[in-house]
């Protein structure tokens, strides 16, 4: 089946996917290109003003919030986002401008300095609701050569993907990457904790408490059955797959869960090797999980 | 009780307490605070309460009170990890989230921050480094923040370290952004126009 | 002839005089054109502030009267009975809103008394072109219209019944009784519902003044007070009423079986079925959609069965036209949507139920014969109960549902009382207002219900302590302790809110009158008329205005049935001869005006060729005044001139 | 000439249908809800009473602008009269434009009886952006 060319999106990776996750970026990238969303990445982007930049200066969060919204306003395109915390930051400053005169002429006339302006056409989407919303189940399907036929995978949303702005879904029990999982011919298991906390930047400020977040995590998808957990956040996933092995140290427990981008998953589906998809960068080992499933490359 | 020696403090903390109300209300959605039904629907939601010294709900009526010592010590704003949880959940609209922002950001402006806190270094760091590069190099960044607060930690995680450079996963150079001499010269007329008053209403010292 | 115009500022004890200078207000309006006198009084609309008016009328010979102070929607009424009683037509009274519309929303002094000065302008130009007008009367109607038949609706159409007055009650399920006939127990007395209410149902099928009309719906409202007709659809019951002598047979014999919705699906009901067995009228439907006959073409075992041939595949629903003089509605409320809150897992976790579910449950003749059971049907050993589900939240409904603090109490009591459970109470604050309410509260207190001042923020089944494991767990800040609590337990009932009806816009519209802003009906006055509307002979009663408790809607029930028994025992109304008149002379005969009457008050006279208004059938709404391309129609009391003097007057 | 701006209080009649508007700006009152005090209401059964002629005599006598607000749509007391306004104010808006007056000068809102809050905020917001535009002076204006 032909697919429709849409039109083009300004991608936005976020510096998190220039550092520790490039396979996501990679991935993001290849299974885009492969389901015929053209993603042109923003030209000059620069950080989204996250949450540590937002607990020193508000309003310089916002401005560059709205440098990058004003960069994709002159494309004439909206800006496609794989991180949730980029997420929320653009769109909150993409909300709070409309709604905020003051915020909108204040940061208004500081773009003016550099010849900017942003009158407020940008949406700002999460590659994952394009995936399922405009590209939708059939042409998902009709890419999938290889199904990934009874692998176990927990759904793990995070945080940040609906709340607080993400209207596309449930805040509590969002189901999209459920859905997309059951395209791909994966077994999504219950996972009542799918869209709680994983400590995110704590772990590098109060890493006791973030710890104990991640374990409960993956205590929930193991007990629940899951052979992988696959992550929409480039935050969580570090959280959980980096510091799996100081959560075994920390509770003497023995978790071995390899972590997926869920891009990473799609991409395993529709063909591509590991190491298109960057799997090869892993550091909890997947092997073993993809060679039982049989979708191993 | 109390001692004549504490009053200059007291009225301080007064003085303090208008701006902080100010600051607070002046946030988008900021003046819901005032709602507030002290259901406790904040802390129950909250998934690093257990280890805060004030639930987020205390942290409101102690701000309500003029407690403002206790509220900005205390480690609980910046044990916020911003999963929104309080905000959606809110019986009054209340956006929890962006006002625990708002109480780090006045507890650095002020020097009210727990002294052991890592958090608040972090942050001063980020914002360094993204108004240097216009980016946050993630490997420069958490080397900062460990150099500073605990540089033993920072050769522990050095085998970590390793592990992740082996898979490429650790850019050692920074990448600066090409609009960084615009975006700082937006970030500077912005300052200006607050100094200046044209945007009256908004505090412009915590923006320098 | 020079009018003599009497003007009247009021302070409104210090309402008005706090922002507006009335003194400063006074001195200006007697400077006016036409003005003989202007005074200024503490309280206009007492008696010696009415009698003040009543004086100058009979001494100074006033020929037209402005009083300056509320809205003319709260003593207009007054000062016109005032007027007329002095000798004057009430027409040639203005009121001048400085009040509501002037002092209330000021703060600066100035400001405010040059508004009140502009209002009062406008007012004695305004009068100066007002002409005395003869009000219309017209008989009343004895006959009431009742809508919907639950509590509220069996008080008021029984109050008005037994007055001997006919009663049109019209209900949309097969059977009266609304949520009350669902409940358990009542607080704070805990009598069985059932008890005290199937009497009240008996009396209304039996009552001969009561036409009940189940399973029926009001379609159509039109006319005026005392002159009502409305619509009515009787829906097909596919059971002739007057053959059927409700032996239950069919019911028994049927081989269809689906949850039924009295039971909220708990338990289960035939394709053709009565809700409960003290169902009134005592007579089955049949469901359609899930009737063998009607789905597949077979079966007819009910037909077979029958012993007296009133099943009726064929039967349609019918309309009829109802004449009535005045209309009560009692339509009540829905319950809030448990499951659009997912954080609490209802419709996920089994043993996370609603309030309602509980009622059944823990009804003798319930899906569960009044035991409290888990789904996998032992008895729980520890229950909480959820406060405020859907209510005093901006993410849902933002008001308090009213209910819920004592009926979550009274569940708490049939808990211990049923199972010697363990019973936690999740509150924000608890309201327990009423008579006995808060002896209650001690009562239930009294048997160890444990308090916990904190709103759930969710329930889990994801155990984090072994202690935990296979419970559902709730989490809550006990803000007495300032800690968050998790607590196992086996149920949780979540105390679910009120809501307007999902077709409350509906009937709004059907009846043209107003909501307020939480979706339910608006009352005329919050305190001092309740049970009334904006329109004339149409009154509101129970929980369609606002959430309320058993012993309120039946008193409002009662309080509507009052409200129109008097105004059918004045027999006549008086109608606002605000209507639309027309000048044979002007008139073109374009014939416009006729297309846009809502009410098709006016035709055309084909001799003269001219429009003409039918003054029985005209509101006086005056869309046809502003249409009249030759200017020949006019409105009494709101004529060109009037609002002309009006304009002139702000702009001046 | 900024300053001249600023102490220009505008003139602002408004039509408000006695069912829903004047209800509606009743529950301001009783509320406590401040607004500006630039418009003159004057109470009309009807939004649909409303003739454009009025509006333009208004404008004439000189208003500066005028409100008409009555009942949403699909909420008229009289089920249809505010629909005739929506047509009828068409018209006028285009009579309006051929007379170069601007289009905020004159504007047709929605406010049912229990909506105080928006009234207070429609008279606010409709003050300000005349306040912005300026005197009409639309005898003057016709003159030149």
Not at chain 3, 481 to 492: E, S
Request: glycine content about 8%.
């Amino acid at each position: 089946m032909k697919l429709q060319p849409r039109a083009g999106f300004s991608y936005y990776p976020g510096c998190s996917l220039e550092g520790m996750n490039r396979a996501y970026d990679k991935s993001a990238r290849l299974v885009s290109k492969e389901l015929g969303i053209d993603l042109a990445e923003l030209d000059d982007w620069n950080c989204c003003g996250a949450s540590a930049y937002m607990s020193i200066r508000e309003l310089r969060a916002h401005l560059l919030s709205a440098r990058n919204l004003a960069l994709a306003e002159r494309e004439k395109k909206d800006l496609a986002v794989v991180c949730p915390a980029c997420f929320t930051n653009l769109t909150k400053t993409n909300q709070y401008m409309g709604e905020d005169p003051k915020l909108r002429r204040i940061v208004g006339s500081a773009l003016k300095a550099a010849n900017l302006q942003y009158l407020g056409t940008v949406r700002v989407r999460h590659l994952l609701d394009v995936i399922v919303n405009d590209i939708g189940q059939s042409d998902v399907k009709a890419k999938v050569t290889r199904p990934l036929s009874g692998l176990k995978v927990a759904p793990y949303y995070g945080c940040q993907f609906t709340r607080p702005l993400g209207e596309y879904d449930d805040k509590e029990f969002p189901m999209m990457l459920d859905t997309l999982l059951t395209w791909l011919g994966a077994e999504p298991v219950s996972f009542p904790l799918k869209a709680k906390c994983c400590g995110g930047i704590l772990m590098t400020t109060n890493q006791s408490v973030a710890l104990t977040l991640v374990r409960s995590l993956l205590d929930c998808a193991t007990q629940n059955g899951a052979e992988c957990i696959a992550t929409i956040c480039p935050l969580c996933h570090m959280s959980l797959e980096a510091y799996q092995g100081d959560v075994n140290k920390e509770f003497s427990t023995n978790f071995k869960v390899p972590m997926f981008y869920f891009t990473q998953l799609i991409g395993l589906a529709f063909g591509f090797g590991r190491k298109e998809l960057g799997i090869d960068q892993e550091l909890v080992s997947s092997k073993t999980v993809l060679e039982k499933r049989l979708v191993v490359t | 009780m109390v001692s004549l020696s504490e009053e200059p403090a007291e009225r301080r903390a007064h003085e303090l307490g208008d701006v902080f109300l100010d600051a607070v209300y002046g946030i988008p959605g900021g003046d819901k605070i005032k709602q507030c039904i002290q259901c406790g629907t904040c802390s129950a939601s909250c998934p690093t309460s257990y280890a805060m010294d004030y639930t987020p709900r205390e942290i409101i009526a102690a701000f309500r009170a003029g407690l403002l010592e206790r509220v900005l010590r205390s480690n609980t704003v910046w044990l916020c990890s911003s999963c929104y949880y309080c905000t959606v959940r809110c019986p009054s609209g209340i956006k929890l989230t962006d006002i625990m922002y708002e109480l780090k950001r006045l507890g650095v402006e002020f020097g009210l921050v727990q002294e052991e806190a890592v958090a608040p270094t972090l942050s001063k760091a980020f914002v360094d480094l993204v108004d240097k590069y216009g980016r946050v190099p993630e490997t420069s960044l958490v080397m900062r923040v460990l150099l500073k607060t605990k540089p033993l930690a920072a050769l522990k995680m050095v085998p970590q370290g390793l592990k992740l450079l082996a898979r490429g996963r650790l850019p050692l150079l920074p990448h600066r952004i090409a609009g960084i001499s615009e975006m700082n010269k937006c970030a500077g007329a912005m300052t200006d126009a607050l100094v200046s008053g044209l945007h009256a209403g908004r505090s412009a010292g915590k923006e320098t | 002839m020079a009018e003599k115009i009497g003007v009247y500022v009021c302070h409104c004890g210090t309402n008005i005089a706090q922002t507006v200078d009335c003194k400063s207000v006074v001195d200006y309006a007697s400077g006016l054109p036409n003005v003989a006198v202007a005074r200024e009084y503490q309280y206009m609309c007492s008696d010696p502030g009415q009698e003040l008016i009543k004086n100058d009328i009979r001494e100074v010979g006033l020929t037209r009267v402005v009083v300056a102070s509320c809205s003319p929607l709260m003593h207009e009424p007054t000062f016109r009975r005032a007027v007329e009683e002095a000798g004057l037509n009430q027409f040639l009274f203005q009121m001048a809103n400085i009040r509501e519309q002037c002092s209330w929303i000021s703060e600066n002094r100035e400001m405010a008394t040059e508004r009140a000065k502009a209002i009062v302008g406008a007012a004695v130009k305004r009068v100066i072109f007002q002409e005395p007008l003869e009000v219309k009367k017209v008989p009343v109607n004895p006959d009431v219209l009742v809508v919907g038949g639950g509590i509220t609706g069996i008080e008021a159409a029984l109050q008005i019944a037994d007055s001997g007055k006919k009663v049109y009650l019209v209900e949309r399920e097969p059977t009266i009784g609304g949520y009350m006939a669902r409940f358990d127990k009542t607080f704070p007395t805990l009598d069985c519902a059932a008890c005290i209410l199937t009497p009240k149902m008996v009396s209304v099928g039996q009552h001969p003044n009561i036409e009940l009309l189940s399973y029926s719906d009001v379609t159509g409202f039109s006319g005026y007070v005392g002159n009502f007709t409305a619509q009515i659809r009787k829906r097909s019951k596919y059971v002739e009423e007057e053959k059927c002598n409700g032996c239950g047979l069919c019911t028994e014999k049927c081989p269809v079986s689906v949850p039924s919705e009295f039971e909220c699906g708990l338990g289960k009901r035939k394709a053709i079925y009565r809700p409960f067995p003290q169902a009134v009228p005592n007579i089955p439907v049949i469901d359609r959609d899930h009737c063998l006959y009607f789905t597949k073409g077979v079966c007819k075992v009910c037909v077979k069965f029958c012993p007296r041939g009133a099943i009726d595949f064929d039967q349609k629903e019918t309309y009829l036209d109802l004449q009535v003089g005045t209309a009560i509605l009692a339509t009540g409320f829905d319950l809030f949507d448990a499951s659009k809150v997912k954080q609490y897992g209802y419709g996920r976790l089994p043993n996370v139920i609603t309030s309602l579910e509980f009622e059944r449950m823990s009804h003798a003749s319930g899906p569960t014969a009044g035991k409290i059971l888990l789904k996998n049907g032992q008895m729980p050993t520890s229950v909480a109960i959820l406060h405020c589900i859907g209510s005093r939240d901006q993410n849902n409904n933002e008001y308090c549902s009213r209910v819920c603090c004592m009926y979550s109490m009274k569940i708490a009591h049939l808990v211990h009382e049923k199972t010697g459970a363990r019973v936690y109470e999740f509150y924000i604050d608890l309201r327990a207002f009423g008579k006995g309410y808060e002896e209650f509260y001690k009562r239930v207190l009294q048997e160890e219900t444990i308090f916990i001042r904190g709103k759930a923020a969710e329930v889990t089944d994801v155990p984090q302590t072994p202690a935990e494991k296979g419970k559902l767990v709730v989490v809550a800040e006990d803000t007495l302790l300032g800690i968050v609590r998790r607590i196992p337990v086996d149920m949780v009932v979540l105390s679910v809110g009120f809501e307007p009806r999902k077709d409350v816009a509906d009937v709004a519209r059907i009846f043209s009158i107003t909501r307020s802003q939480d979706g339910f009906f608006l009352e005329k006055h919050p305190k001092l008329a309740p049970v009334s509307t904006a329109s004339d002979g149409i009154f509101v009663a129970g929980a369609c205005q606002g959430p309320k408790d058993i012993p309120d809607s039946v008193a409002q029930g009662a309080a509507a049935a009052a409200n129109a028994l008097s105004l059918i025992d004045r027999k006549e109304v008086t109608l606002e001869p605000t209507v639309a008149v027309i000048d044979e002379e002007s008139c073109s005969g374009c014939k416009i005006c006729l297309g846009l009457c809502p009410y098709n008050a006016i035709t055309f006279d084909e001799t003269k060729k001219v429009s003409v208004v039918n003054d029985a059938l005209c509101k006086g709404c005056g869309v046809c005044v502003a249409a009249c391309p030759s200017g020949a129609i006019e409105q009494r009391n709101f004529t060109d001139d009037q609002l002309l003097a009006e304009v002139e007057a702000v702009c001046a | 000439m900024a300053e001249l701006k600023s102490n220009f209080e505008p003139k602002i009649v408004g039509f408000l249908c006695k069912w829903c508007a004047y209800t509606g700006a009743d529950l301001a009152g009783t509320s406590r809800i401040k607004y500006p005090p630039n418009v003159n209401p004057i109470r009309v059964m009807c939004s649909g009473r409303v003739d454009p002629v009025l509006v333009l005599k208004a404008l004439a006598a000189g208003a500066d602008g005028v409100l008409i607000a009555g009942c949403h749509p699909g909420d008229c007391h009289y089920t249809s009269g505010n629909v005739k306004t929506i047509r009828r104010f068409k018209l006028l808006q285009k009579m309006l434009d051929q007379f170069r007056i601007e289009k905020g000068r004159v504007r047709l809102e929605w406010v049912s009886a229990s909506e105080g809050e928006r009234y207070a905020r429609v008279v606010e917001t409709m003050t300000e952006d005349i306040r912005t535009l300026g005197p009409l002076n639309w005898n003057l204006r016709k003159e030149a």
